[in-house]
């Protein structure tokens, strides 16, 4: 397993590091290299942010007719009664209801109260890799756990070292973790389950004593007369 994290640290170095001054890169390759085990809950200051093709319900108090039901866009954008066109995608919902607050005030409504639901989650996504039955990345619509991520690759392989998956996350201030998460404990109930982010790279690892022994079977088989 260390050696793994070695591996995909100098692959994130190599990725997040090139073209930057020297202290920089410093800086990137000791935030990379911050592992530890998987938080089984978001921290608070996390907060989803508006994304493409997300179905928002706009209510303005007290004014009815300019209500109404929106799909974000492929540039981040809505368009509202009176104010037309404006950009949400990339905000949080308080970011965006301040924005159309503002927008309002110009010459429309005194002091609206805008209040923003967001109805439908359609621009999340997890990346699942490594030793599962479907690797891929997975469109997903609001909370995800990790056993229900792995479930959407087909779960573990024969070969899946379980007992050391490796999530990959992004931090609210932009810094790369690494993160290190029991499967077997989560499966059999001994830890809770974990919520995974938007955009959450999960790695499950091969076992080397699995690959070496399935390795050893198959050449034994070879020598076995059909």
Known sequence: LFRYLVFMGSILIACFGCNLPSTATENRDSEINNIGPLPESLPDSWEYRIGTNDLLKVSIFRVNELSSRK?????????????????????????AQNLISERLKQGFLQEPQVNVYIEEQTSQRVTVSGAVTKPGVFPIAGAITLLQAIALAGGPTSLASTNEVIVLR?????????????FREIERGDRADPLLSRDDRIIVPESDSRIFIKGLTDTLRGFVPS
Do not use: F, H, K
């Open 71 to 95: 799909r974000v866009n492929s540039q981040g954008m809505i368009t509202l009664p009176l104010i037309g066109q404006i950009r949400v995608g990339g905000l949080t919902v308080g970011e």
């Open 170 to 182: 992004t931090d609210t201030e932009g810094r790369d973790r690494i993160y290190i998460a029991d």
